[in-house]
């Protein structure tokens, strides 16, 4: 009985942490795009938007109560 009322309530548990666990805030890699990409995203011109799209970059990211993702800060791609 003990067993089958502990197994039971883990499964509960983790469900009840899962929605906190999903708002931790968390480290989020954009990678580079193209080009092409990059210039359509800046609509045709080389500005920060651009270069911020070439050269990728990571995002600590989390997720609000609503489930909208919320950008926290920003670095770029580490290069080790």
Not at 8 to 35: K, M
Request: with cysteine; hydrophobic share 35%; proline share 5%.
């Amino acid at each position: 009985m003990g067993r089958v009322f502990g197994s039971f309530g883990a499964g509960v548990g983790e469900a009840a942490v899962q929605p906190l666990r999903d708002r931790q805030a968390h480290w989020i890699t954009i990678e580079p795009r193209s080009r092409e990409d990059c210039l359509a995203a800046s609509k045709g011109v080389v500005n920060a938007t651009y270069v911020r799209c070439r050269h990728g970059r990571q995002e600590l990211t989390r997720f609000d109560g609503a489930g909208n993702r919320v950008v926290l800060s920003e670095r770029p791609i580490p290069e080790w």
